[in-house]
C-alpha cells in the first residue's frame, strides 16, 4: 500500500515551453500533497502545500504563477512549470500525506531538463 | 528551522552499525525518517510521534528524546542494500503540521 506514482519521470523541454507533471496516490486518499524540488546532492526544499478544493500554499520565493498546481481530487494534484527556463532545471518531487495517519509518501520523482 | 543531522558522511563495511543524529533548536512534535537512492525518490523509513518513544524497522530502528530535541536512526549489521542518503524530516509548526523541513542528509556508504 501507500504507492504514489508520478508522471513523467523524465522530461526534456526548450526553454519557453510549459511542463506539467502530476502526482497521484494509487492506492489512498490524500488529504494534503506536497511538491519539493531536489537540486544535485542537496535536501528536499518544500515548494508548496496543495490541498484538494483549494488554492495551493507557497513557500516563500516560489512563483506561485511559475509554477501553477492544481488538486483536482484527493488523488491527483498536478504541477505544471510554465515558461521554463534552464535554471529550472531539478528533480521534482511529490509526496501525499495519508489521510488517516501523518506518515508521507512520496513519488518517484520527475527529472526536468529545460534545453 | 532546518534539522541538523550529523554525521554528513559515514562509510561502514559489511555488518558493522551506525548511528545517525537528527536535533532540533526548536520543540518536535514527531520525526519523520527517509532513505533515498541515488535517483531515486525518497522512501519513507518511520515517523516517531511521541517523546521515548522507539521503533524497529528490520535492523534499523530510531529514538525520540523529545525533551533533547534530538532523535537517532540506528542501522545494525549494516548491508549492501542500506547505503543511501538518510534524512529526518520535521514538522514545521506544531504537532499538526503536516509541512516537514528536512535535514540536510547522511551519506551512508556500506561496502563489501
Same mark, same amino acid.
Given at each position: 500500500?501507500?504507492?504514489?506514482?508520478?508522471?513523467?519521470?523524465?522530461?526534456?523541454?526548450?526553454?519557453?515551453?510549459?511542463?506539467?507533471?502530476?502526482?497521484?496516490?494509487?492506492? *489512498?486518499?490524500?488529504? #494534503?500533497?506536497?511538491?519539493?524540488?531536489? *537540486?544535485?546532492?542537496?535536501?528536499?526544499?518544500?515548494?508548496? #502545500?496543495?490541498?484538494?478544493?483549494?488554492?495551493?500554499?507557497?513557500?516563500?520565493?516560489?512563483?506561485?504563477?511559475?509554477?501553477?498546481?492544481?488538486?483536482?481530487?484527493?488523488?491527483?494534484? #498536478?504541477?505544471?512549470?510554465?515558461?521554463?527556463?534552464?535554471?529550472?532545471?531539478? *528533480?521534482?518531487?511529490?509526496?501525499?500525506?495519508?489521510?488517516?495517519?501523518?506518515?508521507?509518501?512520496?513519488?518517484?520523482?520527475?527529472?526536468? #531538463?529545460?534545453? | 528551522?532546518?534539522?541538523?543531522?550529523?554525521?554528513?558522511?559515514?562509510?561502514?563495511?559489511?555488518? /558493522?552499525? $551506525?548511528?545517525?543524529?537528527?536535533?532540533?533548536?526548536?520543540?518536535?512534535?514527531?520525526?519523520?525518517?527517509?532513505?533515498?537512492?541515488?535517483?531515486?525518490?525518497?522512501?519513507?523509513?518511520?515517523?516517531?510521534?511521541?517523546?521515548? /518513544?522507539?521503533?524497529?524497522? /528490520?535492523?534499523?530502528? $530510531?529514538?525520540?528524546? /523529545?525533551?533533547?530535541?534530538?532523535?537517532?536512526?540506528?542501522?545494525?549489521?549494516?548491508?549492501?542494500?542500506?547505503?543511501?542518503?538518510?534524512?529526518?524530516?520535521?514538522?514545521?509548526?506544531? $504537532?499538526?503540521?503536516?509541512?516537514?523541513?528536512?535535514?540536510?542528509?547522511?551519506?551512508?556508504?556500506?561496502?563489501?
Amino acid at each position: 500500500g501507500a504507492v504514489v506514482s508520478q508522471h513523467p519521470s523524465r522530461v526534456i523541454c526548450k526553454s519557453g515551453t510549459s511542463v506539467k507533471i502530476e502526482c497521484r496516490s494509487l492506492d *489512498f486518499q490524500a488529504t #494534503t500533497m506536497f511538491w519539493y524540488r531536489q *537540486f544535485p546532492k542537496q535536501s528536499l526544499m518544500l515548494m508548496a #502545500t496543495s490541498n484538494e478544493g483549494s488554492k495551493a500554499t507557497y513557500e516563500q520565493g516560489v512563483e506561485k504563477d511559475k509554477f501553477l498546481i492544481n488538486h483536482a481530487s484527493l488523488t491527483l494534484s #498536478t504541477l505544471t512549470v510554465t515558461s521554463a527556463h534552464p535554471e529550472d532545471s531539478s *528533480f521534482y518531487i511529490c509526496s501525499a500525506n495519508w489521510i488517516l495517519g501523518n506518515e508521507q509518501f512520496f513519488g518517484p520523482g520527475t527529472r526536468l #531538463t529545460v534545453l | 528551522q532546518q534539522p541538523v543531522q550529523s554525521p554528513q558522511a559515514v562509510i561502514l563495511r559489511e555488518g /558493522e552499525d $551506525a548511528v545517525i543524529n537528527c536535533s532540533s533548536s526548536k520543540a518536535l512534535y514527531s520525526v519523520h525518517w527517509y532513505r533515498q537512492k541515488h535517483g531515486e525518490a525518497p522512501v519513507f523509513l518511520m515517523i516517531l510521534l511521541k517523546g521515548g /518513544e522507539q521503533k524497529g524497522h /528490520e535492523k534499523i530502528s $530510531a529514538s525520540f528524546n /523529545e525533551k533533547k530535541q534530538q532523535s537517532s536512526l540506528y542501522l545494525t549489521a549494516s548491508q549492501l542494500s542500506y547505503s543511501g542518503t538518510y534524512f529526518c524530516g520535521t514538522p514545521r509548526s506544531g $504537532a499538526g503540521s503536516y509541512q516537514l523541513t528536512f535535514g540536510k542528509g547522511t551519506k551512508l556508504s556500506v561496502i563489501p
